[in-house]
């Protein structure tokens, strides 16, 4: 029973380690470019995002945790942000780890 008990806490532990590694590289291979992109998004900061796009930040890359461009601007209200991502071809399906998409993200914060 003991040895069980251990094994089963010995996969957990492995299987969190996992997913920790994983999250670590996907965090890695954004560029700082595309984590700029992401944080004027999230300030609405639209001359930022305008810069950043013509410099080649990625409009769908995904931040660990928190989501792309779009569901950052989604999120915090920016409707004038929103709009230049969408014009820009952002994906408004890519959705943030078990908390949905772009849409969603603006809804659960009232700003729909």
């Known amino acids: 029973m003991r040895l ?3 094994l089963k806490a010995s996969t957990a532990l492995w ?3 996992g997913i920790l ?3 670590a590289i996907a965090e ?3 560029s700082s470019q595309d984590r700029a992109l992401y944080e004027a998004a999230e300030a609405g900061d639209v001359r930022e995002i305008t810069a950043l796009l013509k410099s080649g930040a990625s409009i ?3 931040m660990a945790g928190d989501g792309s461009a779009l569901i950052g601007a989604a999120r915090q209200g920016h409707l004038e942000a929103v709009r230049l991502l969408l014009d ?3 994906d408004p399906n890519l959705p943030v780890s078990g908390d949905g998409n772009a849409l969603i993200q603006a809804s659960a914060k009232g700003h729909f």
């Open 88 to 90: 820009h071809r952002a």
């Open 60 to 62: 769908n890359a995904v």
């Open 21 to 23: 590694t994983a999250v």
């Open 28 to 30: 890695s291979l954004v």
């Open 4 to 6: 069980n008990s251990l």
């Open 15 to 17: 299987i969190i380690g």
